[in-house]
T-cell receptor, first 114, second 115 residues
Framework: NAGVMQNPRHLVRRRGQEARLRCSPM?????VYWYRQLPEEGLKFMVY????????ESGMPKERFSAEFPKEGPSILRIQQVVRGDSAAYFC????????????FGQGTRLTVV | AQTVTQSQPEMSVQEAETVTLSCTYD???????LFWYKQPPSRQMILVIR??????QNATENRFSVNFQKAAKSFSLKISDSQLGDTAMYFC????????????FGTGTRLTIIP
């Protein structure tokens, strides 16, 4: 049973370009979380999604960031018109059901904006 | 809003010794969950140990144990017989309620085990 898969592991974008980060949850998991880790900091919650629904986006910046988790396929975190401050590691976690404290993390995508 | 504070940015200890990492948190919730995660250089976030606030007994997982002081809002991690593979960033985290809530993380402690 493969774990949470994130790709790419490393992504380099020039300022103004779009970044698309993908997360395939563990098999049977229908809940996905995205977290951002700035250099030398802890992880900060961004958004919580179930299939086709955004449950909590209280940690998402108001502009340029969006997330989706379609019925089929991976969850996508999209950052439009990236800026240097978007450089960070982005982690995805998945869990199997609502009544659980278990969250399994992927290895993250390190985004570098040049 | 919940906050999690880790006041030790870096620690180091000799192999085979015992080390304790500190964590304090602030919340008005009565039922919640606390976690310690390990992040080695590979960046993978690995769950080390979990504590339910309604349980008075401290959680243990092999060489890892916690000292949970609910009144003091303190949640420290003790690593016994430390090994080189324990070298990593350690994050304390808080989860409100039960049922797919988000995690609130501290800023981490970088632990180095010295051979």
């Amino acid at each position: 049973n493969a774990g949470v898969m994130q790709n790419p592991r490393h992504l380099v974008r020039r300022r103004g370009q779009e970044a698309r980060l993908r997360c395939s949850p563990m098999k049977g998991h229908s809940h996905v979380y995205w977290y951002r880790q700035l250099p030398e900091e802890g992880l900060k919650f961004m958004v919580y999604l179930q299939k086709e629904n955004i449950i909590d986006e209280s940690g998402m910046p108001k502009e340029r960031f969006s997330a989706e988790f379609p019925k089929e396929g991976p969850s996508i975190l999209r950052i439009q018109q990236v800026v240097r401050g978007d450089s960070a590691a982005y982690f995805c976690a998945s869990s199997p059901r609502r009544e659980t404290t278990e969250a399994f993390f992927g290895q993250g995508t390190r985004l570098t904006v040049v | 809003a919940q906050t999690v504070t880790q006041s030790q940015p870096e620690m180091s200890v000799q192999e085979a010794e015992t080390v304790t990492l500190s964590c304090t948190y602030d919340t008005s919730e009565n039922n919640y969950y606390l976690f310690w995660y390990k992040q080695p250089p590979s960046r993978q976030m690995i769950l080390v140990i979990r504590q339910e606030a309604y349980k008075q007994q401290n959680a243990t997982e092999n060489r890892f144990s916690v000292n949970f002081q609910k009144a003091a809002k303190s949640f420290s991690l003790k690593i016994s017989d430390s090994q080189l593979g324990d070298t990593a960033m350690y994050f304390c985290a808080f989860m409100k309620n039960f049922g797919n809530e988000k995690l609130t993380f501290g800023t981490g402690t970088r632990l180095t085990i010295i051979p």
